[in-house]
């Protein structure tokens, strides 16, 4: 079974500091795809960044970036000179080419001013 | 572009009621699915689908069915809600095919209460 995780349920980062949300997952596919997923108050998904899994180049969206370790499954989300609208919940999901979405448990970030 | 629509946004039920949560799409994609959010557990495959008059289960679900007679609807039923059923429900879509067009698009999520 695909599985989705993210240990770290809560942290916190200065305006304008960085920080980085660690996920991990675990399959036996090859081909994959991997995305975090910001969740802000008002409860609407938004996509942050993909990855491919074929791509060895990490992934990079303005202020956002990934550090994608195939090998380790390991999917973590740097987010640099953070901003008061950066504060919410992110989620770290996985997809085959073939259907699934898997989610995992999600990271609040709080952004201190 | 309305991308994703849940209707309703907002439901209180009594233990026992019946109701269906509809999904509407119009990106044309042939992924669907339904995800419940409850806190600390992320979001949990409930059913999906993967064209037109197909579906099949997800992680959890028990106590609810569904149907995808369009291509551009998907349907949640709740046939007996229970108060373990309280929670915040997605509605996603996604296209099959690869590369860039692999994201999720979500809808603005339904609260449901079971009392």
């Known amino acids: 079974a695909q599985t989705v995780t993210q240990s770290q349920p809560e942290m916190s980062v200065q305006e304008a500091e960085t920080v980085t949300l660690s996920c991990t997952y675990d399959t036996s596919e090859s081909d994959y795809y991997l995305f975090w997923y910001k969740q802000p108050p008002s409860r609407q998904m938004i996509l942050v960044i993909r990855q491919e899994a074929y791509k060895q180049q990490n992934a990079t969206e303005n202020r956002f970036s990934v550090n994608f370790q195939k090998a380790a499954k390991s999917f973590s989300l740097k987010i640099s000179d953070s901003q008061l609208g950066d504060a919410a919940m992110y989620f770290c999901?996985?997809?085959?080419?073939?259907?699934?979405?898997?989610f995992g448990e999600g990271t609040q970030l709080t952004v201190n001013p | 572009n309305a991308g994703v629509t849940q209707t309703p946004k907002f439901r209180v039920l009594k233990t026992g009621q019946s109701m269906t949560l509809l999904c509407a799409q119009d990106m044309n994609h042939e992924y669907m699915y339904w995800y419940r959010q409850d806190p600390g557990m992320g979001l949990r495959l409930i059913h999906y689908?993967?064209?037109?008059?197909?579906?099949a289960k997800g992680e959890v679900p028990d106590g609810y069915n569904v149907s995808r007679l369009k291509k551009q609807n998907f349907l949640l039923g709740l046939e007996s809600a229970a108060p373990s059923q309280t929670s915040v429900y997605f509605c996603a879509s996604s296209s099959w095919q690869g590369g860039l067009n692999t994201e999720a698009f979500f809808g603005q999520g339904t609260r449901l209460t079971v009392v």
């Open positions: 999901a996985y997809k085959t080419s073939g259907s699934r979405l898997t």
């Open positions: 689908s993967v064209g037109e008059g197909t579906t």
